[in-house]
């Protein structure tokens, strides 16, 4: 997952001394799957902080994200004060959002369970585990999905912290996964996909069992609050325009500093969206009237409360 061209970095006298990773993944969006990049590893240098190098290294990555033909940048702060520093540049903070059941007939009874925690058990299931993961998050508004590359990748760094996947099956249909890693005395559940919250039980019972805990051990959902900006307006705003083909509307994207492209009024009608151009007259003489957006609050318009779920992301 990590490859040399993914990087961005800043080098300073012959050494790096800010750096971040732009991770290629891929979002349901407008009813088809769309290319973005998951921002990862961004560092600077403690005796080279509070020198504007972050911004120049933040522009950078979106102007390579927009040529490497991005619709959007996401990323998961690592803590709550972070939240405002990536505001700066142009991130929209998303609601939380959780996972829907989704309800399947099947047989409890013949319900089993698989345990695995070395990749040469789990290898020769990956890509089982992957068109299930892959169904179940198609399902899912604005969900990122991933390849069987990225599964691998997951698993080898969970078996690294002496973690487990657990799977669940009914007649060999998986029917549930569930990443799960103890962490002192509690049990840390990273991610868990069912068919049912009855199915998702099994699950955890199988996980105590593994790690040899009691009933009534902590087990703690790990919960990720994301945030998303736009890199390409345009792009973004025909994929909008063609989901919302009985609307018309017009707005001035303002405030993209990296990314100049993006600004201009933006015009949509029977499913087709046009640009007019930066310096166009937005107002009523002009065919519409509009309201000026700022690129960070684009995506409040187009995501209508929902928010992108982002799994299993090596954060």
């Not at 409890?108 to 068109?131: A, I, N, R, W």
């Not at 999905?145 to 990225?150: N, T």
């Not at 166009?280 to 209508?304: A, K, N, Q, Y």
Request: some cysteine.
């Amino acid at each position: 997952k990590y490859t040399p061209e993914r990087n961005s970095c800043l080098v300073r006298d012959g050494r790096v001394v800010a750096a971040l990773q732009r991770l290629p993944y891929r979002m349901m969006f407008g009813g088809g799957v769309v290319p973005v990049a998951y921002v990862s590893g961004v560092c600077t240098q403690p005796e080279c902080r509070g020198k504007g190098l972050m911004t120049e290294l933040m522009g950078q990555a979106h102007r390579k994200m927009y040529a490497d033909g991005c619709l959007f940048s996401l990323l998961i702060p690592a803590d709550e004060g972070l939240f405002a520093f990536y505001h700066r540049f142009g991130y929209y903070t998303c609601p939380e959002v959780a996972l829907s059941e989704w309800e399947v007939s099947y047989d409890t009874d013949k319900v089993v369970c698989e345990v695995y925690t070395t990749m040469h058990e789990v290898e020769p299931v990956l890509g089982d585990l992957q068109s299930y993961l892959d169904a179940f998050l198609r399902r899912v508004p604005y969900a990122v999905l991933h390849d069987e590359a990225d599964l691998y990748t997951v698993c080898a760094d969970l078996f690294l912290g002496n973690g487990c996947v657990v799977v669940a099956r009914e007649d060999e249909r998986c029917v549930g996964l569930i990443w799960a890693v103890p962490r002192e005395d509690k049990l840390w559940v990273l991610e868990c996909f069912s068919v049912s919250a009855v199915v998702e039980n099994i699950l955890y019972k199988q996980v105590r069992e593994a790690f040899g805990f009691a009933g009534n051990v902590a087990m703690i959902r790990q919960k990720n609050r994301v945030q998303l900006r736009v890199i390409h307006a345009y792009e973004v705003l025909q994929l909008y325009a063609r989901q919302h083909a009985d609307t018309a509307g017009r707005v001035r994207v303002v405030g993209d500093e990296d990314i100049t492209e993006n600004n201009g009024v933006y015009v949509w009608e029977k499913g087709l969206c046009r640009k007019e151009g930066r310096n166009e007259c937005c107002c009523s003489e002009s065919g519409g009237t509009c309201r000026s957006v700022h690129i960070r609050e684009l995506p409040d318009m187009f995501l209508e409360g929902g928010a992108p779920y982002l799994s299993l992301m090596m954060n």
